[in-house]
């Protein structure tokens, strides 16, 4: 990079995500400002409020092993303020439900992407 600045897995992972939404975009504007006006609406604070949001969107992605999501709501529960024990809790649920494919996922990316934005924006 030119400015030299250290990019890791889990910011790039996201700038992917990024890249491939401007290009759905790009064929279908208006599924995808439709799909994204649902989610942003969806995580908006309500009677559940914006962290519980995250760890459950979390709890899922780790259930269904989709990588982007974990770093992503790794990330969302680091901005809204969730601690590592929360995070704990939330993996536990998820491995309870999901077994060892999701405890490996939750042990590993899911610690690790929350370690790095912990870090990264704190």
Request: charged fraction near 25%; glycine fraction near 8%.
């Amino acid at each position: 990079m030119e400015n030299n600045e250290h990019v890791n897995y889990f910011d790039q992972s996201i700038a992917d995500f990024k890249r491939g939404t401007r290009r759905m975009e790009e064929y279908l504007p208006e599924m995808t400002r439709g799909y994204f006006e649902f989610t942003e609406e969806a995580f908006k604070d309500g009677t559940i409020g914006k962290k519980q949001k995250q760890l459950m969107a979390l709890a899922i992605s780790i259930y269904a092993q989709d990588e982007y999501c974990i770093i992503y709501h790794s990330k969302g529960a680091v901005e809204n303020g969730a601690s590592q024990e929360e995070l704990m809790e939330t993996i536990a649920v998820s491995a309870a439900l999901g077994g060892g494919a999701a405890f490996a996922q939750a042990v590993t990316l899911a610690t690790d992407s929350y370690a790095h934005y912990q870090q990264k924006l704190h």
